[in-house]
Structures are given as C-alpha cells and as structure tokens.
C-alpha cells in the first residue's frame, strides 16, 4: 500500500510565502511523475506543477514564476515553493505521485489527502 501525505499547508497574507511537503511512504520500486493539484472552492481540480524522476518541470500559467516545484528522490518526496502568494491561490492542494510497487506491474496513479492553502490579509 503507498501513502501520500502532504504538509505545510496555513493561513498566509497576500505576498507571503509558504512551502508544501508530500512525502510517499509504502511499498516503492519506482516513483516516476510527481507533482501538486489544487481544487478551489466551486471550482475543477487543476493542475499546479508537475516534476519528472528526470527534473523537468511544468507550471500552470498562473503560478509560473511564484512557485518551484523541486523532489528529493531519495526520500521519495515533493516539495512546491511557494512565493507572492494571492487571494486566488486559495485552495486545498494535493500531491499527486505515478508510483510502481511491483516488478510486475507497471505504475499506479496515488493522491494525497489534501491540505488547504489560504491567502488572506
């Protein structure tokens, strides 16, 4: 069984900063994708930043420029950094994470429980 459990999350003034964790615990031969969602109230779940095992990073339009996705793959972690937080990034962000737990099978899709993110003054 693999667990995705993220950290970090708070209330913060617009222009602040705040760093997220997830970490991925369980039975891991391979974790490939790594990357953050978040779902703001009444609205889709959409994606925030995306990391490959290789380093290549994607940003939502959005956060390009304010937030830095970055992965320890030694302790099979994710972090998302944070900066010049608004109002709207307000949203419950989750850790999303394709990880092989078997030789014989190939990756599965893994998300974490979520942890909300308030951007207010």
């Known amino acids: 069984q693999v667990q995705l459990v993220e950290s970090g999350g708070g209330l913060v003034q617009p222009g602040g900063s705040l760093r997220l964790s997830c970490a991925a615990s369980?039975?891991?031969?391979?974790?490939?994708?790594m990357g953050w969602h978040r779902q703001a109230p009444g609205k889709q779940r959409e994606l925030v930043a995306a990391?490959?095992?290789?380093?290549?990073?994607i940003y939502a339009d959005s956060v390009k420029g304010r937030f830095t996705i970055s992965r320890d793959n030694a302790k099979n972690m994710v972090y998302l950094q944070m900066n010049s937080l608004k109002p709207e990034d307000t949203a419950v962000y989750y850790c999303?994470?394709?990880?092989?737990?078997?030789?014989?099978?190939?990756?599965?899709?893994?998300w974490g429980q979520g942890t909300q993110v308030t951007v207010s003054s």
């Open positions: 990391s490959t095992s290789g380093g290549s990073a």
């Open positions: 369980g039975i891991i031969v391979s974790v490939n994708a």
């Open positions: 999303h994470a394709d990880i092989r737990s078997s030789y014989y099978q190939g990756s599965s899709s893994y």
